[in-house]
């Protein structure tokens, strides 16, 4: 049986429905085509999504110079994550010709302050360092 925080968010209307009594914030985005760039991934979010969220972490591979393809993002607000998911989840990406069909999931690790102390000491901030 899958934890909870596994289970992806792609029923749109489930999660409708229980967005109001869930308080978790931060989401994990997968399946990114590796050429995406923290700014062009960005650039595609905040068209619908500016100023909803406060942290983004896209985990690059500075050896072979792409991302891992996942990014995680904590919003403001809970409620703000219908939205991204309504936009995202289940859908191709737009650019470089990618068969990958974006993932939206709710992270392990919730929460701005708690993704920064985690990432602060993870071996992938300083791997390349």
């Not at 995202?88 to 392990?108: D, H, L, Q």
Request: aromatic fraction near 12%.
């Amino acid at each position: 049986m899958q934890r909870q925080q596994d289970l992806m968010v792609t029923d749109i209307d489930i999660l409708s429905r229980s967005i109001e009594f869930d308080t978790r914030t931060t989401v994990m985005i997968r399946n990114i085509p590796n050429k995406y760039t923290q700014q062009a991934l960005l650039q595609l979010i905040d068209v619908n999504h500016a100023g909803s969220y406060d942290f983004f972490y896209l985990p690059i591979d500075f050896r072979n110079k792409c991302n891992l393809g996942y990014a995680f993002l904590n919003f403001k607000s809970p409620i703000s994550i219908l939205s991204l998911v309504k936009e995202f989840a289940g859908k191709r990406w737009e650019r470089f010709r990618s068969e990958k069909v974006c993932e939206i999931t709710y992270a392990r690790i919730q929460g701005k302050q708690a993704l920064i102390e985690h990432f602060r000491s993870s071996r992938l901030m300083h791997k390349h360092e």
